[in-house]
């Protein structure tokens, strides 16, 4: 199995940055699809973004595109979001997911492990 654990967030106003950061350890961290999902309080839990195995594919949410990157460093069993501009409403509890489904789902139903989560709250 694999474990997952995020860190990297925290408060920030809007307009601000942060870096969320994930690690995993157990077998075969290369061979695993990883996925950003974020949950806020009374909602569901959503797809942000993801990146295959290789780190040469990525996928986004559409309104995050352009201000959200997600990248992976095999070697450091890693994978990272670079949020950039946040807004209040990017406040939420975000969660780095695994999955050995071919190509980048945006289901929650297709991830088999999952992180502890990371809170980020933005304000006004």
């Known amino acids: 199995q694999v474990q997952l654990v995020e860190s990297g967030g925290g408060l920030v106003q809007a307009g601000g940055s942060l870096r969320l950061s994930c690690a995993a350890s157990g077998r075969a961290f290369s061979s695993y699809t990883m996925g950003w999902f974020r949950q806020a309080p009374g909602k569901e839990r959503k797809f942000v973004a993801g990146i295959s195995w290789s780190g040469g594919r990525t996928y986004y949410e559409d309104s995050l595109r352009g201000r959200f990157t997600v990248s992976r460093d095999n070697a450091k069993n890693t994978v990272a979001l670079q949020m950039n501009n946040l807004k209040p409403e990017d406040t939420a509890i975000y969660y780095c997911?695994?999955?050995?489904?071919?190509?980048?789902?945006?289901?929650?139903?297709?991830?088999?492990?999952w992180g502890q989560g990371t809170q980020v709250t933005v304000s006004s």
């Open positions: 997911a695994a999955t050995r489904t071919s190509g980048i789902s945006e289901g929650t139903n297709n991830y088999d492990y």
